[in-house]
Nanobody
Framework: QVQLVESGGGLVQAGGSLRLSCAAS????????MGWFRQAPGKEREFVAT????????YYADSVKGRFTISRDNAKNTVYLQMNSLKPEDTAVYSC????WGDGSSRSTQYVYWGQGTQVTVSS
């Protein structure tokens, strides 16, 4: 079992920044990859970023590449998503997820455990 709790969401103006955190508990955090996904109202869940268990490999959706940075601190059992140059189209509920068997993926079906999500709203 893995429990995931996101924090750091909020309301920000376009062009601003936010840093999301996802605290994990349960299984040894450094043993599995992590991902961030988002879902806007009326839209399907969308991949944002993923990071390998060591933090050595990262992968981003084209829509956030160059603006968002995923990182992890295995000593703190936490994964982060630094979001810069935010746009109104980034508005969504952001969720972190744990990939216990692979090294990170853009496919949501690869992830076994999910957090409840945190709301990010970007005003124009």
């Amino acid at each position: 079992q893995v429990q995931l709790v996101e924090s750091g969401g909020g309301l920000v103006q376009a062009g601003g920044s936010l840093r999301l955190s996802c605290a994990a508990s349960g299984r040894t955090f450094s043993n599995y990859a992590m991902g961030w996904f988002r879902q806007a109202p009326g839209k399907e869940r969308e991949f944002v970023a993923t990071i390998s268990w060591s933090g050595g490999n990262t992968y981003y959706a084209d829509s956030v590449k160059g603006r968002f940075t995923i990182s992890r601190d295995n000593a703190k059992n936490t994964v982060y998503l630094q979001m810069n140059s935010l746009k109104p189209e980034d508005t969504a509920v952001y969720s972190c997820a744990a990939d216990l068997w692979g090294d990170g993926s853009s496919r949501s079906t690869q992830y076994v455990y999910w957090g409840q999500g945190t709301q990010v709203t970007v005003s124009s």
